[in-house]
C-alpha cells in the first residue's frame, strides 16, 4: 500500500512574497535526522521557496548554512518522533508554521 500525506493545501496567491515568513526560525540548530534533499549554493528565500513548492516529499522543516549557502530539506519536523534539535553553528532551522493534516488518500 502506498500512502500520502500532504500539508494543508496553499494556494500561491495565499504565499506572501517571502517564503520565510511561513516558517519559524531556530538559531544554531539543525534537526537530528537525515535530510531528504540537499541543494547548494541557495539563498535562504530559495529554500523556503523549494520547501514549500516540494512535491515528490512532504517538506515539513528545512535548514540553512548561512555561510555556506546549503540548504536542508526534511520531511520530518520537531513534531515527529524521535526528532530533536542539535547544535549546529552558522545553521539555522525552520519550522513549517502550517499543521500537518493525516493521511488523506492511500493506494
Known amino acids: 500500500m502506498y500512502c500520502t500525506s500532504l ?3 496553499i494556494s500561491f496567491s495565499d504565499i506572501p512574497p517571502g517564503f520565510r515568513s511561513l516558517f519559524t526560525r531556530i538559531s544554531d540548530k539543525r534537526l537530528s535526522s537525515i535530510q ?3 541543494i547548494s549554493n541557495m539563498t535562504l528565500d530559495g529554500c523556503a521557496s523549494e520547501c514549500v513548492t516540494e512535491t515528490r516529499f512532504q517538506c515539513k522543516s528545512f ?9 536542508f530539506l526534511y520531511s520530518v519536523n520537531l513534531n515527529d518522533r524521535d526528532v530533536h534539535l542539535i547544535d549546529a553553528a552558522g545553521r539555522d532551522h525552520y519550522e513549517s508554521k502550517f499543521r ?8
Open 7 to 9: 500539508y494543508m493545501r
Open 100 to 107: 500537518q493534516r493525516p493521511c488523506c488518500s492511500c493506494y
Open 63 to 71: 535548514s540553512y548554512d548561512n555561510l555556506l549557502r546549503y540548504c
Open 36 to 38: 531528504s534533499d540537499f
